[in-house]
């Protein structure tokens, strides 16, 4: 059974960084495309970046980009988002997910996530 677990979510100020972790487990081959979103309250899920299977191509939406960036763990089983330069506008829920898909070119067949992690920007 696929599993997402996300974690390092917290609250920040404004200009800070986080580093947010998601692990996969119950792949039966090598670890699909991951992608994170986030969800705001009373906003619909914004798709902000993602990392093919072989981590040669990477997604950034443009809110993002610039200041956050998608990588692999050596595990290759565990991605991360590091988020620098934060900004009050990315206090959301964090997710990550998988449409058990290689590549990142059809974001809306990532179907399925974890938990998620919370990450409030506040002064």
């Known amino acids: 059974q696929v599993q997402l677990v996300e974690s390092g979510g917290g609250l920040v100020q404004p200009g800070g960084s986080l580093r947010l972790s998601c692990v996969a487990s119950g792949f039966t081959s090598n670890t699909p495309a991951i992608l994170w979103f986030r969800q705001a309250p009373g906003k619909e899920r914004e798709d902000m970046s993602c990392?093919?299977?072989?981590?040669?191509?990477?997604y950034y939406a443009d809110s993002v980009k610039g200041r956050f960036t998608i990588s692999r763990g050596n595990s290759k089983n565990t991605v991360y988002l590091q988020m620098d330069f934060i900004e009050l506008e990315d206090t959301a829920v964090y997710y990550c997910?998988?449409?058990?898909?290689?590549?990142?070119?059809?974001?809306?067949?990532?179907?399925?996530w974890g938990q998620g992690t919370l990450v409030t920007v506040s002064s």
């Open positions: 997910a998988t449409g058990g898909t290689y590549g990142c070119y059809d974001l809306d067949a990532f179907d399925t």
């Open positions: 990392i093919s299977s072989n981590d040669i191509t990477t």
